[in-house]
């Protein structure tokens, strides 16, 4: 076993730990931190893969963007873990038998492609001087996959759309202007001269 072979079973065992210890994890606070450690090592596989910008945009945008709000969120809300807890025995049947034809797939597409002789993965071939992965990926998403790429993109936004539809309550005691109205009002529907006559103050 070269050092390469070592490095990427130390990889996957941190990786394949961590992703469990999200799951199984009682605290929230301990899921993102398990997450955060998941990604970590995602990023060393695909460094190891010599994907350096998938690495680093992994680092990036989910450790740096979006596990740091997860953690934000996580810990200013009142969280209550009593209720989280409830119903984990009830669906853990239904769970393992998911994660156990899941690990069945992933098995034997590995063993279809691969005999039991010759398990093993090619090493990469080196680059040539002057290869870049970044300019060869986006040349590959905005050429071969660029149709698919839009499609993801519209779908992304149908949901976030659809997530915003759904969370948005009218409520009856908030004071709402309608924009429309507003631009098309007049100076006689806001103000009124009211006629009235004189008093005089009395001693």
Do not use: C
């Amino acid at each position: 076993m070269n050092f390469q072979t070592f490095i990427f079973y130390a990889f996957s065992t941190v990786l394949v730990g961590a992703a469990v210890g999200v799951i199984i994890s009682r605290n929230p606070v301990y899921s993102a931190l398990l997450l955060v450690l998941a990604f970590f090592t995602s990023a060393g596989l695909w460094i190891q893969l010599q994907a350096e910008f998938l690495a680093i945009a992994l680092v990036l945008v989910y450790v740096g963007a979006v596990m740091v709000l997860f953690l934000f969120v996580v810990m200013m809300l009142d969280i209550n873990l009593a209720k989280l807890r409830e119903g984990f025995w009830t669906y853990l049947p239904v769970g393992g038998l998911v994660a156990a034809l899941l690990v069945l797939e992933m098995g034997w597409i590995l063993w279809s492609h691969y005999s039991a002789d010759e398990f093993q993965f090619e090493e990469p071939a080196p680059s040539v001087a002057g290869y870049s992965n970044t300019k060869e990926l986006g040349r590959l998403i905005y050429t071969v996959y660029v149709y698919p790429f839009e499609i993801a993109a519209v779908i992304l936004l149908v949901a976030i759309v659809a997530a915003i539809a759904l969370t948005l309550r009218h409520r009856k005691e908030s004071k709402y202007i309608d924009p429309a109205d507003q631009v098309l009002v007049r100076r006689k529907d806001r103000v009124r001269m009211v006629a009235m006559p004189s008093e005089k103050k009395q001693d």
